[in-house]
């Protein structure tokens, strides 16, 4: 449709000059021709302002869109324009240029000199031969005026004279006539055989003022004749007449018509030039559209497949690699370009089909290596050569207290820097696996895992290296236990034995001798009595010693959370008596299974440490405060009876992850043995202990304890004993 709409605006153009310029074969331009031929130049106008207008819109948005090759789109587009639109511009300035200096040139002072020249100079030849005529008009009058006596009866001698004097003066027609009756009185020449027409009025007016009256003949005979009146009776008229050159008379009249021609155009010059403008105008207009429709086809030829292209290339880079383009039936260079990126899409799909198979296949290896790693116990994390994770299972995650899967791709220095001396050690000796025992912090806790790298390699080069973990505190703790308890029994066994023989030997001297002693005796009092109360200090660390190498299997009951802190708390409560006791206790029961016995002596060991850790404060027992709380559990959570007291709290060095270990202790005359075997008691009845910085300052132990589902929920305590209880002694 574009390309129709150009072609018919060309020939509207050229139509249009032809019309206008009076070139048409029609016949002569009419108003309603030209009215017709420019509505219908309006229209072709209008018809391809509005579709070059709908092509640039659609140019713009797809700009502004940014869509594929909109940019070489508009490119081209600036590019045919500008093509289409400065050789229009140059050609209408030159063609300015060129009218303006030929009008200048064809209405010239010397153009104008020249034509009137040549238009004096034909009529200063028919001049002089009207001038002639006139003469020899009354030269042959005078003559025929003397000779009138012959008339009218002797004609024949007047119709002598007369052709005498036609040939005398060179005339080719001379003859008289009676204007009135109109017949011929004597005729010369070829005037004997005319027929006389009476002159016109205006030439009568001049007979009659006695002048000759000239009549100039501009046929193709070319005659000039002379008319005047003779003075006779009646009044006759003397008609004499001579040829002109006839090509001169077609010179003379075309020289007339051009010299009109030329003042007419002279007179129309600003219309001459309007109507060339307009001429010009509407056919560069048209042929600027045209030629501006046509280079938008064929920029919309060019870039089409580029767009294409481009959408395709921007398909696949999302993945879609099913997208073709079309080839086309051209064999250019698009065509060759689309051909290959079909062909690269195909190879590009089946590498894709083949890397997705490769990868499902790895997939599953790692997923079954995954499901491997996931049921094993033991930390196991898969190194690159440098050094990063790259591969940690579940329990590795667990066992070191932070998730792993996010920080793939960190060197394991920066994850985990106790390992990085091991893993140093392992690079630069790679042939030799390590194993290590290197304590760690997880969850706030201190933990001894045990750990060993290796290196994996491939053909003589470091593919990778495999860390695997596991941790021992426990086993470590229980091998240090079972050897203090085989220490403990060792000592208990041989200090025992000598102690009773020396503590009744100390008294049985004090019964006989201290009446003997005359001297000084209140000294040899103290000493034995020193020595019983060091033999019986000695004694209780000998039973605690009997007590942690011998301890006893619980028996495990049903049994009351709350009603085991109370009996507890009254044991400690009469013993301190400055210090606040307080209790906390749900309104329900709180039903546990375990030893009360195991578990009365656990709390008594809490209790008893809390109390001796308010003592050592600067300021002594004065405002110590205990709190013991009761948490029931469920299902799933256990039973947790809580120890809190704001004394000099926990230590804050190393030590602090040992306290439940045998032997480590940080008050003076501690044995080393109560958090022990307040732990050892918690672990014989599936729970735990944890040791924490209290709220208030001081420490807080917490004993968890499996809740008994079976049991039935009953009432804790009835009236005033239910909630939380304040007890100080003599409240």
Not at 46 to 56: A, P
Not at 356 to 362: D, I, K, S
Not at 455 to 473: K, N, P, R
């Amino acid at each position: 449709m574009t390309l129709g709409l150009a072609a018919g605006a060309l020939l509207v153009g050229v139509a249009t000059f032809s019309l206008l310029s009076g070139g048409t074969p029609l016949g002569p331009t009419s108003p309603s021709q030209i009215v017709a031929v420019l509505l219908v130049n309006a229209a072709f106008v209008l018809m391809l302002g509005i579709s070059l207008t709908t092509r640039l819109v659609r140019v713009w948005a797809e700009r502004r869109r940014g869509s594929a090759g909109s940019r070489l789109h508009v490119r081209l587009v600036l590019l045919f324009g500008g093509v289409a639109a400065v050789p229009a511009f140059l050609v209408a300035a030159f063609a300015a240029v060129f009218f303006n200096l030929g009008i200048q040139a064809w209405f010239s002072d010397r153009v104008r000199g020249t034509l009137e020249a040549s238009l004096i100079a034909s009529r200063a030849y028919l001049d002089e031969h009207r001038n002639t005529i006139r003469a020899d008009a009354l030269a042959i009058a005078a003559e025929l005026n003397r000779a009138s006596t012959l008339l009218p009866d002797n004609t024949v001698g007047f119709s002598r004279l007369l052709s005498s004097l036609t040939a005398l003066r060179g005339l080719t027609e001379a003859v008289v006539y009676d204007p009135v009756l109109g017949n011929v009185v004597a005729g010369a020449g070829l005037g004997s055989a005319l027929t006389v027409d009476p002159p016109p009025a205006w030439a009568n007016d001049i007979i009659r003022q006695g002048d000759v009256a000239v009549l100039a003949d501009e046929s193709e005979q070319g005659m000039v004749r002379g008319v005047v009146a003779l003075d006779s009776q009646p009044a006759l008229l003397l008609q004499i007449g001579r040829p002109v050159d006839p090509s001169i008379i077609e010179h003379m009249q075309r020289t007339e018509l051009t010299f009109q021609e030329y003042a007419q155009l002279d007179q129309n010059r600003s219309g001459l030039q309007i109507t060339f403008a307009l001429i010009f105008i509407i056919a560069a207009l048209l042929v600027l559209l045209a030629a501006a429709l046509i280079g938008l086809v064929i920029a919309n030829q060019i870039a089409r497949p580029i767009a294409h292209l481009a959408n395709a290339a921007e398909r696949v880079r999302t993945g879609d690699l099913s997208v073709r383009v079309d080839e086309g039936a051209a064999d250019d260079e698009v065509g060759s370009l689309s051909r290959a990126f079909n062909r690269m899409t195909n190879q590009l799909a089946a590498q894709r089909s083949e890397l997705l198979e490769a990868y499902r296949q790895l997939d599953d290896r790692r997923r079954f290596t995954e499901s491997v790693l996931a049921g094993v116990s033991a930390g196991v994390i898969g190194l690159d050569p440098e050094g990063r994770i790259n591969l940690p299972n579940r329990s590795a995650s667990d066992l070191l207290g932070r998730d792993l899967d996010p920080l793939v791709g960190h060197h394991l220095d920066d994850v985990v820097p106790e390992f990085g001396i091991l893993l140093t050690a392992v690079m630069d000796s790679p042939d030799r696996a390590r194993t290590e025992e290197i304590p760690v912090t997880a969850r706030g806790s201190r933990r001894t895992l045990l750990v060993r790298i290796g290196a994996e390699a491939a053909e003589g080069e470091v593919t990778g290296y495999v860390l695997t973990f596991d941790d021992i505190t426990d086993l470590l703790s229980a091998q240090r236990q079972a050897a203090w308890a085989d220490v403990a029994r060792r000592i208990a066994h041989e200090i025992k034995n000598p102690l009773t023989p020396i503590q009744l030997s100390a008294e049985r001297l004090k019964r006989r001798y201290l009446k003997q002693i005359t001297e000084d005796p209140e000294t040899f009092r103290a000493c034995t009595d020193t020595i019983v109360r060091q033999v019986g200090d000695i004694g209780r660390m000998v039973d605690e010693f009997s007590a942690f190498a011998r301890m006893p299997q619980p028996v495990i009951r049903p049994e009351s959370a709350v009603q085991l802190a109370r009996d507890a708390l009254v044991l400690q409560r009469d013993a301190h008596p400055d210090i606040a006791y307080e209790l906390r206790v749900p309104e329900t029961a709180v039903p546990i299974r375990g030893d009360r016995r195991l578990i009365n002596q656990a709390l008594s060991n809490l209790l008893l440490n809390a109390a001796d850790a308010i003592a050592m404060r600067p300021d002594g027992s004065a405002g110590g405060r205990i709190l013991l709380e009761v948490t029931a559990g469920g299902r799933e959570s256990p039973v947790r009876i809580a120890v809190e007291d704001n004394g000099i709290g926990l230590p804050q060095d190393a030590e602090r992850d040992r306290l439940t270990e045998p032997y480590v202790t940080h008050k003076p005359k501690g044995t080393g043995l109560g958090l022990a075997i307040v732990k050892k008691i918690m672990e014989d009845h599936g729970g735990g202990l944890t040791l924490e910085d209290g709220a208030a300052g001081g420490a807080r132990a917490v004993l968890f304890l499996p809740a008994d589902p079976s049991a039935a929920d009953g009432p804790a305590a009835s009236g005033d004993e239910r909630g939380t209880e304040m007890l100080r002694h003599g409240a």
